[in-house]
Antibody, heavy 119, light 107 residues
């Protein structure tokens, strides 16, 4: 079935960058797109983009274009999401989520990583 | 961008009763619609995909229906663990978008 384990909570200052990792186990890492979804405190879910772990191809939500970079390291089965030029409204829990092959709904989620942006 | 609108925002139901949650898309998404359940402090969990197919391990009291722009999640007999938040998500086009959620609370 698989498991996704994310890195821990981070506190960053406005203007800084943050990188969140997502380590996969129990399934073929390169066989499933990895997406990133965030959730601001008390708010709903917001899709940020996805990466194809097989070749590194990415698709980003327009809202995050130019600020987000998704990468992967297949040797350690880990996906990364880096968000730059952080603002206070980037404070959120960031989730990685595995997409079902051939679809874009999510059958496996990481536990989430809280990123707090505060001066 | 396809806007997903869930209603009601909060649904008050007595344990053992049924609940019907609605999700409307601003344009047609065929059957490319998923439902997730989110418990406090946890990641979302997939309940339904393809508008009506239950995910692995999901109890039969959860069912989904609809296509195009109107979708429904029905919980036939609410258990204590079902009083949480539910989200719909379309995956018909880019960007993927979620509804604002429906909180199911104890009446």
């Amino acid at each position: 079935q698989g498991q996704l384990v994310q890195s821990g909570a981070e506190v960053k200052k406005p203007g800084a960058s943050v990188r969140v990792s997502c380590k996969a186990s129990g399934y073929t890492f390169t066989g499933y797109y990895m997406h990133w979804v965030r959730q601001a405190p008390g708010q709903g879910l917001e899709w940020m983009g996805r990466i194809n772990p097989n070749n590194g191809d990415t698709n980003y939500a327009q809202k995050f274009q130019g600020r987000v970079t998704m990468t992967r390291d297949t040797s350690i089965r880990t996906a990364y999401m880096e968000l730059s030029r952080l603002r206070s409204d980037d404070t959120a829990v960031y989730y990685c989520a595995r997409a079902v092959p051939g679809s874009n709904h999510f059958d496996n989620w990481g536990q989430g990583a809280l990123v707090t942006v505060s001066s | 961008e396809i806007v997903m609108t869930q209603s009601p925002a909060t649904l008050s139901v007595s344990p053992g009763e049924g609940a019907t949650l609605s999700c409307r898309a601003s344009q047609g998404v065929s059957s490319n619609l998923a439902w997730y359940q989110q418990k406090p402090g946890q990641a979302p969990r997939l309940l339904i995909f393809g508008a009506s197919t239950r995910a692995t391990g999901i109890p039969a009291r959860f069912s989904g229906s609809g296509s195009g722009t109107e979708f429904t999640l029905t919980i036939s007999s609410l258990q204590s663990e079902d009083f949480v938040i539910y989200y719909c998500q379309h995956y018909n086009d880019w960007p993927l978008t979620f509804g604002g959620g429906t909180k199911v609370e104890v009446k």
